[in-house]
């Protein structure tokens, strides 16, 4: 038989539960603030007269942003490296994750190997020379100059690693007495047992390859190829007018940088607010799971 709660028991739930509103919409707030600004007219975002609802209701701002094939065609190029940098990424920890795992009587020198990945989050090997590798090579003004310098985020890698080796033993040599061999238990077994800590993952590869802008900068000489972040930064930040048709310049003249960068902070963001309701309920399990043990 279940006792009620004791009323200081009832008054500590709902004192945890007014924190956690409070805190919930001190998180919402900015992004709410920004929405507002974005849909405010530049006198009212200039005037510091926005707060949680737009004052003087306009779309200019997204119209400066949205209406531009330069902006269309960034937005392609961020959503191709999203897709092919995800994936690459993904399937390389999971590749390299699966064999680190192993104990050394399995796979020797297993502590080599993962020293030498571990060691490339403490020492990076500098901006001119990946830039003159990548330059080498002949990515430059390509998308995999995007995407096959990170191809293997080893953080990531960690955690999967850290995940694979906390899985029980018994399931795998099950599998192997079943007479499955590594491809068939990694997909069957491993990876069905990881969801958690691949939307984890997932979610850090996504975040990472949409936000990313300076590589953009860096490795496109051609301002056609930029991808979202890095074209926004240099018509939003830097405000290079070459880039800008005249129709363009004279709607900027009617907007605020206030009331630009807000609207393009927001569609910047949009993609990943989409997603991550989808794969939150995996985030907390999967990044405690993942780093547990070593």
């Keep these: 038989m279940v006792e009620n709660p004791s009323i200081g028991r009832r008054l500590f739930q709902i004192g945890n539960y007014c924190f956690l509103v409070l805190l919930a919409f001190l998180c919402l707030f900015p992004i709410i603030h920004v929405l507002a ?8 975002a200039s005037a510091g007269r926005v707060g949680l609802w737009p004052v003087e209701f306009t779309t200019k701002a997204y ?24 994936a690459l990424n ?17 796979f020797k020198f297993r502590s080599v190997y993962v020293w030498y990945f571990f060691i490339t989050i403490l020492f990076g090997g ?6 003159m590798t990548v330059k080498s090579t002949g990515l430059m003004d390509t998308i995999w100059a995007l995407i096959l310098p990170g191809a293997v985020p080893v953080f990531n ?3 999967l690693l850290n995940f694979f080796r906390g899985l029980p033993k018994e399931l795998e040599e099950a599998a192997f007495i079943d007479g499955a061999g590594h491809i068939r238990t990694l997909w069957s077994l491993f990876i069905p047992l990881s969801k958690p800590v691949l939307a984890t993952v997932l979610l850090f590869t996504m975040v990472g390859h949409w936000n990313a802008w300076f590589d953009g900068l860096i490795y496109m000489n051609d301002p056609t190829n930029y991808p979202l972040q890095s074209y926004l930064q240099t018509v939003i930040i830097q405000q290079d007018m070459s880039a800008m048709s005249d129709s363009d310049v004279e709607l900027m003249k009617q907007l605020s940088n206030q009331t630009v960068k807000s609207a393009q902070i927001f569609l910047g963001a949009l ?5 991550y309701p989808f794969l939150q309920k995996f985030f907390v399990k999967g990044i405690v799971l993942g780093s547990v043990k070593g």
């Design 157 to 159: 890698m960690i955690l």
């Design 37 to 44: 600004v974005s849909f405010s007219s530049s006198s009212a």
């Design 90 to 106: 993904m399937i390389m920890c999971v590749l390299i994750a699966y064999p680190l795992s192993k104990e050394t009587r399995e």
């Design 271 to 275: 993609p990943i607010i989409a997603v």
């Design 126 to 131: 500098g901006l001119i020379p990946t830039y």
């Design 63 to 86: 119209a400066f942003v949205l209406n531009k094939e330069e902006f269309t065609r960034s937005f392609g190029v961020s959503l191709q490296r999203l897709v092919l940098g995800t």
